[in-house]
């Protein structure tokens, strides 16, 4: 995900802060990095394809990675509802 991020990325961490910058969002993906219990799957919600958040053990998802603009190949903008739970309960999640 790292190498998709263009220099002026912006992410939400919706509900908690807001940054602009490759190098400030990619020190947000090293937290991310230090923990062992989940794991990234492709999803939809509303239509559109997001990154479901998985922790070991759980039922479904626990949280929503949404990669919302892209810009050919590369990621613009993303949202991450890891404070919002409730928004993951929708998401269909591919196994």
């Given at each position: 995900m790292r190498a998709l991020l263009v220099d002026d990325v912006k992410l939400d961490?919706?509900?908690r802060h807001k940054w602009i910058g490759r190098?400030?969002?990619e020190r947000y993906f090293t937290n991310y990095?230090?923990?062992?219990?989940?794991?990234?799957v492709p999803a939809h919600l509303d239509g559109r394809l997001v990154l479901a958040?998985?922790?070991v053990g759980a039922c479904g998802?626990?949280?929503l990675l949404h990669p919302?603009?892209?810009?050919?190949?590369?990621?613009?903008?993303?949202?991450?509802f890891r404070h919002v739970p409730y928004i993951a309960r929708d998401a269909r999640v591919r196994r």
């Open positions: 961490l919706v509900s190098e400030r969002v990095a230090r923990l062992s219990d989940w794991f990234l958040r998985l922790s998802a626990t949280g919302s603009c892209l810009r050919g190949q590369r990621v613009i903008a993303i949202r991450d």
